[in-house]
């Protein structure tokens, strides 16, 4: 697996420059936290590492097949977690996907729908379904957010551990959170040659 080049990357909504002359790499299986405060173009970039947008200059090259945490949880509301995660992660044995529910502290959840849970129970789907996806790299966008202090470290150490070997990309605000799984950190708002607007 090759790093990820971000060369000369701008992207604009309108009048507003969200990234400007973005130059980056991110090293191929190494976790890489990418911080900024709100608003400076952090989820920007994960799109268009993604795919799911384009960038107005410059370019992406060498991404491999991903996973996603999105800020939003992207759940079917009517399914169990376990079906939720069998979506992203189709390979996955039963067996492997109670186990780690068990884990993350979702014990019984597997056939309830995900309607009727906490937004920190969602949140703990949400990442289990790119976790145990076979994808060789994650993008993981505020994955924590929403957890209590405790849950959240035990979260982290949990993700950490299945993050071993594969390329990741941790968008977050908190410095914490990039200390605790081991990432080198990206400061995206110091690295652009002009200021940025943030995005409202």
Do not use: W
Not at 30 to 47: E, I, N, Y
Not at 136 to 160: N, S
């Amino acid at each position: 697996m090759k790093d990820i080049v971000v060369s000369h990357v701008e992207k604009r909504y309108g009048e507003k420059i969200v990234l400007h002359d973005l130059n980056l790499v991110l090293p191929a299986q190494r976790t890489t936290a990418v911080l900024a405060p709100s608003g400076f173009g952090k989820t920007t970039l994960m799109r268009l590492i993604l795919g799911l947008e384009e960038p107005d200059a410059g370019s992406i090259q060498n991404v491999p097949a991903c996973a996603a945490v999105f800020q939003e949880d992207r759940l079917c509301g009517d399914f169990g977690a376990l079906a939720n995660i069998r979506l992203g992660a189709p390979g996955c044995p039963k067996s492997g996907i109670l186990k780690a529910l068990d884990e993350f502290g979702l014990h019984g959840t597997a056939g309830k729908p995900v309607s009727s849970f906490s937004g920190g129970m969602r949140r703990r789907v949400s990442l289990l379904r790119a976790l145990l996806s076979s994808a060789p790299a994650l993008i993981l966008d505020e994955p924590f957010h929403g957890l209590d202090a405790e849950l959240r470290d035990t979260v982290i150490d949990l993700t950490r551990q299945r993050c071993d070997g594969r390329s990741v990309i941790l968008v977050t605000h908190d410095p914490y959170e990039a200390e605790r799984m081991g990432a080198a950190v990206v400061h995206l708002d110091r690295l652009m040659e002009a200021p940025t607007q943030p995005v409202k």
